[in-house]
């Protein structure tokens, strides 16, 4: 049986704080996660040194991303570019079916997040094309400080037919992983298929708290935005952090 967790976040998103390498050492150390997915904020700049990487630390990695809908996030993962912001959701949907990718919805009906209605998930359901992309629901976030679990989206997952989904949401390296998907198999295509066959387990953990925000991620959120982040060389070294700006301009032109 495998771990994934479908939905981390990096610094190619405004409010992450992990860059790529340290993301990739901390999950291969600290947790027992097989297959990741990045999902920035819509943007997949970190994707293809994620996939690259990811065979050194003994992970897999699954394109993605968190795109914004006009109706809420969605995640979008097995695709190739980004997807337009600011679409509807069934429209969002049908440019990842174009790219041969799949969906599932994230944190629905959370407050204080762009989140999609349970309303507007079964609607684009209503679209054949779209009922075979849009195939999961984040039935547990750990990066919700209130509401983790979601009774409601229990309640509905029968008329929903959608695969049950939990994952961590993290913008921090300690978060990630709290919040997981159990599947059978343990490769990327094994995930694929229990998502299809609607046959994933999640699995909770303690997810992000008052506690959390203070001790760990307002230090490491003000360290980003002061240009420093935790990096890792390689799977045998330590993370420690850098000034990532200058590295990632050395490494691949990017600059935040
Ligand atoms: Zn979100
Ligand atoms: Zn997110």
């Given at each position: 049986m495998g771990f994934a967790d479908l939905h981390i976040h990096s610094i190619?998103?405004?409010?992450?704080?992990?860059?790529?390498?340290?993301i990739l050492k901390h999950v291969a150390d600290k947790t027992p996660l097989n297959v990741i997915?990045?999902?920035?904020?819509?943007?997949?700049?970190?994707?293809?040194?994620?996939?690259?990487?990811?065979?050194?630390?003994?992970?897999?990695?699954?394109?993605?991303?968190?795109?914004?809908?006009?109706?809420?996030?969605?995640?979008?993962?097995?695709?190739?570019?980004?997807?337009?912001?600011?679409?509807?959701?069934?429209?969002?949907?049908?440019?990842?079916?174009?790219?041969?990718?799949?969906?599932?919805?994230?944190?629905?009906?959370?407050?204080?997040?762009?989140?999609?209605k349970i309303t507007t998930i079964c609607q684009a359901l209503e679209n054949p094309l779209a009922a075979k992309v849009l195939v999961g629901v984040?039935?547990?976030?750990?990066?919700?400080?209130?509401?983790?679990?979601?009774?409601?989206?229990?309640?509905?997952?029968?008329?929903?037919?959608?695969?049950?989904?939990g994952n961590s949401d993290a913008h921090i390296l300690p978060m990630i992983g709290r919040g997981s998907t159990w599947f059978e198999g343990l490769t990327?295509?094994?995930?694929?298929?229990?998502?299809?066959?609607?046959?994933t387990v999640p699995q909770s953990g303690r997810g992000l708290d008052g506690w959390v925000v203070m001790k760990s991620y307002i230090p490491r959120y003000v360290l980003r935005k002061l240009g420093w982040a935790a990096w890792n060389a390689s799977p045998e070294e330590r993370i420690r952090y850098i000034r990532y700006a200058k590295h990632l301009m050395d490494q691949s032109g990017v600059y935040l």
């Open positions: 190619y998103s405004a409010d992450g704080t992990g860059t790529i390498p340290a997915a990045i999902t920035d904020h819509d943007s997949m700049q970190g994707v293809q040194e994620a996939i690259q990487l990811a065979p050194r630390y003994g992970i897999e990695v699954i394109p993605g991303c968190e795109v914004s809908t006009a109706e809420g996030h969605l995640l979008a993962l097995f695709i190739n570019q980004s997807i337009k912001p600011g679409l509807s959701l069934l429209d969002t949907v049908l440019m990842i079916a174009d790219q041969g990718g799949i969906a599932v919805a994230p944190h629905p009906m959370a407050k204080g997040t762009s989140s999609l984040e039935l547990f976030n750990g990066g919700l400080v209130y509401t983790r679990a979601n009774p409601a989206v229990s309640r509905r997952l029968h008329q929903l037919d959608l695969a049950p989904v990327s295509r094994d995930l694929y298929t229990a998502l299809m066959n609607k046959q």
